[in-house]
């Protein structure tokens, strides 16, 4: 298992993916607003900066793309495609997209038809890059490993990007059963803390996750790919994680 970091886009790009390659195993690389916009991304810069560490590509996570405005969406898909593009010129093989629920007046099953419309040309944008393309469940109604199972049904090759985090506000943490139902199609994980309401982006042990438990129900599905600390507190915070996490994760 590889923990890595991701790289601050409101700081320096190179600065950022300089400082993720020194401390972690690998970089959680997302290009957005408002220092790592992808269409203004330098290329080459960026290689020489990450040189041979893996990546994994992530995008801005309030892009509309569940909107029932199909113009909003389509700009969406503008924007996702832009950091496609970025993506599979840095040699990045995956990289994800967030649900989107963020106008919450729109009743549940419009709000996932929304949301496949944008999720299956999604999936084929990335897939003539040579691209994997995973959706990250957020808070709520695609957390809920019913509705999940739904979206993967229809869309066969969409992948799932797992934030432990995001499974634990308003109910109880899902993650056992989405790592159950869809070991198959996670391909990434994020990590952090929180107390049940809001992604308060935590140092593990702060919130209330029960990380024993969360850390053995994915370690038991066989999972050995790559885990980010999406903690935003600070970066003595994340080293501190990263020697918690790779103890706790060796002990299950």
Same mark, same amino acid.
Request: no cysteine.
């Given at each position: 298992?590889?923990?890595?970091?991701?790289?601050?886009?409101?700081?320096?790009?190179?600065?950022?993916?300089?400082?993720?390659?020194?401390?972690?195993?690998?970089?959680?690389?997302?290009?957005?607003?408002?220092?790592?916009?992808?269409?203004?991304?330098?290329?080459?810069?960026?290689?020489?900066?990450?040189?041979?560490?893996?990546?994994?590509?992530?995008?801005?996570?309030?892009?509309?793309?569940?909107?029932?405005?199909?113009?909003?969406?389509?700009?969406?898909?503008?924007?996702?495609?832009?950091?496609?593009?970025?993506?599979?010129?840095?040699?990045?093989?995956?990289?994800?997209?967030?649900?989107?629920?963020?106008?919450?007046?729109?009743?549940?099953?419009?709000?996932?038809?929304?949301?496949?419309?944008?999720?299956?040309?999604?999936?084929?944008?990335?897939?003539?890059?040579?691209?994997?393309?995973?959706?990250?469940? @957020?808070?709520?109604? /695609?957390? $809920?490993?019913?509705? #999940?199972?739904?979206?993967?049904? +229809? &869309?066969? %090759?969409?992948?799932?990007?797992?934030?432990?985090?995001?499974?634990?506000?308003?109910?109880?943490?899902?993650?056992?059963?989405?790592?159950?139902?869809?070991?198959?199609?996670?391909?990434?994980?994020?990590?952090?803390?929180?107390?049940?309401?809001?992604?308060?982006?935590?140092?593990?042990?702060?919130?209330?996750?029960?990380?024993?438990?969360?850390?053995?129900?994915?370690?038991?599905?066989?999972?050995?790919?790559?885990? @980010?600390?999406?903690? /935003?507190? $600070?970066?003595?915070? #994340?080293?501190?994680?990263?020697? +918690? &996490?790779? %103890?706790?994760?060796?002990?299950?």
């Amino acid at each position: 298992m590889l923990i890595g970091s991701m790289n601050n886009p409101n700081n320096n790009l190179l600065k950022e993916v300089k400082r993720v390659v020194r401390d972690f195993d690998f970089l959680d690389l997302t290009l957005e607003m408002p220092k790592a916009r992808p269409e203004k991304v330098n290329i080459r810069a960026l290689k020489a900066a990450i040189g041979k560490t893996p990546v994994v590509g992530h995008t801005a996570w309030y892009l509309p793309i569940g909107s029932p405005f199909k113009e909003l969406r389509v700009y969406a898909l503008d924007e996702l495609e832009k950091g496609a593009e970025a993506f599979e010129k840095l040699s990045v093989k995956t990289f994800n997209v967030h649900f989107d629920t963020s106008l919450g007046i729109i009743d549940h099953e419009h709000m996932i038809e929304f949301n496949l419309w944008s999720l299956k040309r999604l999936v084929s944008i990335a897939r003539k890059r040579g691209l994997d393309l995973m959706a990250e469940n @957020t808070p709520g109604l /695609f957390s $809920n490993p019913n509705v #999940l199972e739904k979206v993967f049904k +229809k &869309l066969p %090759k969409l992948y799932l990007h797992l934030d432990v985090a995001h499974a634990n506000i308003g109910q109880k943490n899902t993650t056992p059963e989405l790592v159950k139902r869809f070991s198959k199609r996670i391909k990434h994980i994020h990590i952090s803390d929180n107390h049940g309401k809001e992604d308060e982006h935590l140092p593990l042990g702060k919130g209330s996750i029960d990380w024993n438990a969360m850390l053995s129900a994915v370690k038991k599905t066989g999972f050995d790919k790559t885990i @980010t600390l999406e903690v /935003f507190t $600070n970066t003595k915070d #994340l080293l501190i994680d990263k020697s +918690k &996490l790779r %103890k706790m994760w060796d002990k299950i």
